[in-house]
């Protein structure tokens, strides 16, 4: 088996820790631009109702909802979801209520393009990694959480290094 060279392994470990300390901006970007995606859709949709309403009734195909029904679910989500998103609070909740949204609006459209259709897949992306790994350390739900739920916050374990536990 090889094993690294000392200086390397250091050099390494340093990298992932630089790469791990920006995790909690990357977080908070895709927070902010997924967020802000859902929810200048949402005002569009409130700018004009009747035509919103058009929309649903005509072009989108919401599966299982009647068009009234979706359209509003829809809008309400979309104006919602990005504020808790974007505040990290509620966020893997938020993250998935925007990932069904996505879905839904992908398979709605009977005529999607392909540069619709991608920007579909990475926005799901973005989401997908939110639930995954949470909103991050810069987010309401690191403080807030732990005390609705009734926990102790979370505490990161440390780092096993060449020289023993912890040292």
Do not use: C
């Amino acid at each position: 088996m090889f094993t690294a060279p000392p200086v390397l392994a250091r050099a390494w470990l340093r990298a992932v820790g630089w790469l791990e300390a920006l995790q909690p901006l990357a977080q908070l970007a895709a927070r902010l631009y997924i967020a802000r995606v859902f929810f200048l859709s949402g005002l569009t949709k409130t700018r004009d109702w009747d035509t919103t309403l058009a929309l649903f009734a005509d072009e989108y195909h919401v599966p299982l909802l009647p068009p009234e029904v979706a359209a509003f679910a829809g809008t309400a989500g979309e104006l919602v979801l990005p504020v808790l998103l974007a505040l990290g609070l509620a966020g893997r909740f938020s993250a998935m209520g925007l990932f069904v949204l996505n879905i839904v609006a992908a398979i709605s459209l009977t005529d999607i393009a392909d540069a619709a259709l991608q920007q579909h897949v990475f926005w799901g992306s973005l989401l997908a990694g939110l639930i995954l790994w949470g909103p991050g350390k810069w987010s309401l739900d690191r403080f807030v959480a732990p005390g609705f739920l009734g926990m102790a916050p979370a505490r990161r374990a440390v780092p096993v290094t060449a020289g023993g536990a912890g040292s």
